[in-house]
C-alpha cells in the first residue's frame, strides 16, 4: 500500500463544512482504491487537530496563538485574506513555517511514498523543499488562484522553481495550462490536464420545489460561491435592472460568504433591489443540491481581476451536473466547460446588459432551458465524474517512485 502526504490549504474544518471539498473527494476515493492518504491542512478555532473523516487522516497545523486570531487560510481564500486583513499578512512566515514543520514531522512518522501539493504557492514551494531533504517524489496541482494572478518576479521564480522540482503538475483546466506554458515552456512535458471532479451520484436533477414554497412564484438566478471582486456579481447584481422590468418575478439567491459581502448589499440597496436579491450566507454543501435543483438558471459572471480569474469552476460543474441552466462569462476555465448555444450560455465579463439578456433568453424559454439541461447534465457525466478523475489520479500515483 502507498501513502501519500497530501498538502493543503483548503480542506474541510469539520464535517458539513462549507469550505469547499474537493481535496478531500479526491484523498478518500484514492484511498478507497488502497493508498494511505494523510491530509495536512490549517487549523481552525473549532476544528480538531487530529481525525479521520471517511478514509482519510488529517493533521491540522496551528500557525498562531491564540487559535482564535488565526486569519490567513478559510474564508474568502489566502490571497483576498492578506489584501484585507494586516493580521493575515503577519500570520504568512508563521504560517509558512508551521506547515513547513508539521510536514516533516508526518514526513518522519510515515514515511509517505508520495508528497502531493495542491496549490503551487504555497504548498508547493514547501513540498519542493521537503523533496530535496527527503527525496520523496512530488505531485504538485494547479488549481488557478495560485497561478494567474501571481505575475510578479518573485512569485514567478518560486513557480519556475516548484516546477524544476516536481515529478508531475496536474492543472485543473486547459485554461490554467495554457497559462502555465506561456509562462514555463520548458516545462510542458510535465503539464497534465485532471480536473476536480464531481459526485455525479450525488448532483443529479430532483424535483425540490414542494419544499420551498416561499419560491413558488418566483423566477429563480442563483450564483455560489466566494463573495469577492474576481467573481463579478456586482454586474450580476446590476443586470438585475433589466430583467426584472421582462419578469418582475425574478428573484437572485447568493449562496457564499467573504469581505465583499458588505459592499454588495450596499448596491443592493442603492440600486432598490432589496425585493429581488436574497444573501443566503453559507449553506453546507449537502444542501447546495437544493438550491442548483431549485433554480431556473445559474449564473456564474467571473471577471479577471487583480486577485485572479476562473481555474475551473466546480460550481458551475454541480449544476450542470444537477440540469440546471447555466450563464457564465467567456474567460478562464468557463468557456472550456460550457459550450455556448449547446449546454449553457456564455457573455462577456463585465457586461451586465449581455448578462441579463442572457438571464431574460433562458427564463424566457423553456425549450431551450430544457435542451441546455440534457446537454450540460451528459457532459460532466462523460468528463468530469470523480470516478474519471480519480482514474487519473491512480495512474500517477502508481507510476510515481
Known sequence: MKTALVMTSTFPRWKNDTTPSFVYELSNRLAKKGFKTIVLAPHAPQSTRDEKLGNVN??????????????????????PNVKGSFLAKLQIPFFLMSEFLAAGNLIRRHDPDIIHAHWIVPQGLLASTLKSIYKKPLIVTIHGSDLFPLKNSLFRYIQKSVLNACD????????????????????SHKIKVIPMGVDTKFFVPKNVKFKYKQYSNKKIALFVGRLNEQKGIEYLIKSLKNVKQKFPNTLLLIIGEGRYREKL?????????????????????????????????????????????????????????????????????????IKNNQSGLLVKEKSQSDLANKIIKIIGDNKLRNNFSKNASKFVKSNYSWQKIVKEFEKIYKKLK
Do not use: W
Open 265 to 337: 448589499e450596499e448596491l443592493v440597496d442603492s440600486l432598490e433591489l432589496s425585493d429581488f436579491v436574497e444573501f443566503l450566507g453559507a449553506v453546507p454543501h449537502s444542501k447546495i443540491i437544493d438550491y442548483y435543483n431549485l433554480a431556473d438558471v445559474f449564473v456564474m459572471p467571473s471577471i479577471t481581476s487583480k486577485i485572479g480569474t476562473e481555474g475551473q469552476g466546480l460550481v458551475l460543474l454541480e449544476a450542470m451536473a444537477c440540469g440546471t441552466c447555466v450563464i457564465g462569462t467567456n474567460t478562464g476555465g468557463i468557456p472550456f466547460i
Open 168 to 187: 508531475v503538475c496536474t492543472v485543473n483546466s486547459i485554461a490554467t495550462k495554457n497559462e502555465v506554458i506561456r509562462r514555463f515552456p520548458e516545462f
Open 58 to 79: 488529517i493533521h491540522r497545523f496551528q500557525y498562531f496563538i491564540p487559535a482564535d486570531l488565526q486569519r490567513l487560510a478559510y474564508g474568502a481564500g489566502i490571497i
